[in-house]
């Protein structure tokens, strides 16, 4: 229970007030602790409570500052602090795993996929374009045998001497999309596209976290905050990129830039 209750006071934070706290230990962890059954009643869960903790199924206010305080929460003015990162919480690593599972599943339905001849992938293993082994085998309505490769496992260059430009990217490229969807794709199925979002803060004065103090400990002046910030936000998908395709003149701008700061 000691767990369960810091657990759930810590990921709620923001919004932490004894209140809250209260609610939480009522509705969720005095039931969980103490379940009721035909043969423990909620008289008896109340005794047992008053019995072993001095407690009873709605404790007070004053109880659970007195939890909060024993677990190691201080109640203390607002300020800036650094952020409590919450990507490997229980909540998210389990809704990660989860979503790529049916990332996955609903990659048959995109367009990621090449179908060539099971006698050209074999000849493009050999030679170093392919992995031998990927990919699902099939048959045409023809009886050609044939192999469907995710385009992530088509080598952008020769695995043998890692610099010889794969010939089979060229051809996909060329297909809509960057590939075909799936024959494993159900026909009543309609095709998905997939797009992330993600977004950039330019802000006024940006300021590395260390700097030169002078001889004499003189200190530079600056601003007490990053001031204003201008929130860049964007759209993109394997199908239609970020929206704007950058030249090679202009990604070797980029390029030099970012060597040289």
Known sequence: MHKKFVRYCTSNLNDLSIDLAKEYVIDHLIPMG????????ATDRENLLQKLYGLSSTPVRSMIWEWL???GFNYTKRKKRYFVDTHESPANRKYRKEQTSRYLQRERRMYRWYQLPLDEANALASEGFLVAGKGYNFE??????????????????NIFDNKTENKLRTKIEGCIFGGNLSVRKDPTEKALLA???DECIFRQFIF?????IGVKGELPIIPKDEGFGIMVSAFQSREFGFGFKLT????KCINDYRSSH
């Open 34 to 41: 103490f379940p009721l059954t035909p043969d423990f009643t």
């Open 69 to 71: 305080v024993r677990c």
């Open 140 to 157: 045409t309505s023809t009886g050609e045998k044939m192999v469907e490769l995710h385009v992530d496992d088509i080598p952008e260059v």
């Open 195 to 197: 797009f992330g979002h």
């Open 208 to 212: 590395t976290g260390t700097a030169w």
């Open 248 to 251: 090679s003149e202009d990604l």
